[in-house]
């Protein structure tokens, strides 16, 4: 009978643990700004995980996010071309500050992670 209890709160705690899962995109980060005339300006932020390159999986992932955003703002129903893509760097802090000292190589290193990738477009 303890078994039984046992397996039953243990299925329980993993689905609970399972539904925080559901529709959590902590990775997609992004905006959009429609501009005049059908153009529009997309971000979308980078980290370690989400890295700036611009071919490969998070490249792809990306441009899935552009035309999701611009299909859930009714925009480029005819569709739309990303006249320029570019990264901006986040600014960055100056790595391990406390203990950095002129003298020291770390006084002039800085520590960053990731940026913004950004496409300016139009709709067709």
């Known amino acids: ?9 243990l299925s329980a705690l993993s689905l609970a643990s399972l539904a ?8 997609r980060v992004q905006s959009l700004s429609p501009g005049s005339s059908g153009t529009f300006t997309y971000r979308a932020q980078t980290d370690t995980v989400m890295t700036e390159n ?12 552009l035309a999701q955003t611009l299909a859930a703002r009714g925009m480029c129903n005819n569709g739309y071309v ?17 203990a950095a000292s002129p003298a020291s190589p770390a006084a002039t290193s800085f520590f960053g992670n990731g940026g913004d990738v950004v496409y300016t477009g139009g709709c067709l």
Do not use: K
């Open 20 to 27: 925080g899962c559901i529709d959590n995109d902590r990775v």
């Open 82 to 98: 990303v006249y320029q893509r570019r990264l901006d760097i986040a600014a960055q802090r100056p790595a391990l500050a406390e």
């Open 1 to 9: 009978m303890r078994a039984v209890v046992f397996a039953c709160l």
């Open 54 to 65: 611009d071919d490969g999986a998070a490249e792809r992932i990306r441009r899935d996010w």
